[in-house]
């Protein structure tokens, strides 16, 4: 199984660079990794004592970032190596401040992962969430480097609880320890004898409750929504599906007085400038915003066509959308649930725990269609002890939720 899996990995990587011919994203994973061995033999020597972080993206990496922070408290003197399998997230991270080294993960052959161990020759490691690589792992168990993974969640469609999931099943065996989000995952894992696992939850919770203590001032939202004064709708990492839905919304609207602030998550200026041209009302781009210069009292609807704005934007909502619900899966609701608003989504979120507990407190509000969006969000904007109500259950449920990260050091390190 493993010489075939081998084989199905070159084959694949033949087929992406064939693609990426014709797909920027795929240039950027293909020639993004030329680079990897290089970065590594530039930040990390033999005599350094190195701890390795893997992630999927960028949601993956908001999940690791505590963990990376802790490491860095306790241990100043160990470098840490950041690794990314998706674009998306290492090339808006790539720069950061947190890792020593930070770079794409070279792609699962065997002998990939025998020369990236060599260079980063870690102590321990800790994969985020998900991402198996069975060559990764075999190596790591050959090696007994102690491997762990945070914040995983696991549902039963996965391969490794089919009958015929016994190739993945055995990559797991490398992990020392498995930190889980629910009991679920916890169970799931038990029933293929896995019992090395302990339900610490999320440790998001401990990153977005930071979130708090810092300064969220944005001098345009200030001015939009003319000092937190005018409700406003504040719809993050939407997606043409999700925008169809608000945008006909905003252009029905009579209320002059509500604001709009959309984040979209895809912020390519071809993209951009539909949803720029589909709205009706008074409106501003970002990226021709100028302080002091730009009067902004009568625009409706504010399009941040900008990265790393999204989560400060959410203090100034009255209510949130959290877009991807109607594609792939719904992206980060916790940023927004810390300013304690309620959250709407589309139908496709079963892969987040976090949305289905807040769902089941009823402060996130799932819509399945236009109506739905305009009934609820109605609602939400007309009656103000509704919506105190769900903010005081968004912002327990962000504080309750708090600590994996101190249980997942000290069971490492005790």
Request: aromatic share 12%; net charge neutral.
């Amino acid at each position: 199984m493993l010489f075939l899996y081998n084989l199905l990995i070159h084959i694949a990587t033949a087929v992406l660079h064939l693609i990426a011919l014709f797909n920027k994203k795929i240039t950027l994973f293909i020639q993004g990794r030329k680079a990897s061995f290089a970065i590594l033999k530039q930040h990390i020597q033999s005599s350094d004592r190195v701890f390795w972080i893997h992630v999927a993206s960028l949601g993956e990496y908001e999940q690791g970032l505590p963990i990376m922070e802790a490491l860095k408290q306790q241990f100043p003197n160990h470098k840490i190596v950041l690794t990314f399998f998706s674009p998306s997230g290492y090339e808006v991270k790539k720069n950061n401040t947190i890792a020593d080294a930070t770079l794409y993960l070279p792609m699962d052959t065997l002998s990939n992962a025998k020369t990236f161990l060599k260079l980063v020759h870690p102590e321990k490691v800790f994969f985020v969430k998900y991402e198996y690589w069975p060559n990764y792992l075999h190596q790591l168990k050959k090696q007994k480097i102690e491997t762990y993974l945070v914040s995983g969640i696991f549902r039963p469609n996965q391969v490794f609880f089919k009958w015929y999931g016994s190739f993945y099943r055995n990559a797991l065996q490398a992990f020392s320890y498995f930190f889980v989000q629910n009991e679920e995952s916890r169970h799931l894992l038990s029933s293929i004898q896995l019992d090395n696992t302990e339900v610490v939850g999320d440790t998001r919770f401990d990153r977005v409750s930071q979130i708090l203590e810092r300064d969220n001032t944005l001098p345009f939202l200030e001015a939009l929504t003319q000092g937190k004064t005018k409700q406003t709708l504040v719809v993050g990492s939407s997606w043409p599906q999700d925008e169809k839905i608000i945008v006909d919304y905003i252009n029905q609207t009579q209320d002059e007085e509500i604001k709009f602030v959309l984040a979209p998550h895809n912020i390519k200026p071809e993209q951009i400038h539909q949803l720029y041209q589909a709205i009706d009302k008074p409106k501003q781009l970002h990226s021709a915003y100028r302080e002091g210069t730009t009067d902004l009292s009568q625009t409706q609807v504010y399009i941040i066509d900008a990265y790393s704005l999204l989560t400060k934007a959410y203090s100034y909502a009255t209510i949130a959308y959290v877009g991807g619900g109607f594609g792939a899966g719904i992206h980060n609701i916790l940023e927004a649930a810390t300013f304690g608003v309620p959250i709407l989504i589309g139908p496709n979120y079963k892969k987040f725990q976090e949305a289905k507990d807040l769902i089941q407190l009823g402060s996130c509000i799932v819509i399945n269609n236009e109506d739905d969006f305009i009934n609820n969000l109605n609602k939400l904007l007309t009656n103000d002890t509704l919506r105190c109500e769900l903010n005081q259950i968004s912002s327990n449920f962000i504080l309750g939720n708090k600590a994996a990260t101190n249980k997942i050091i000290n069971h490492v390190f005790n």
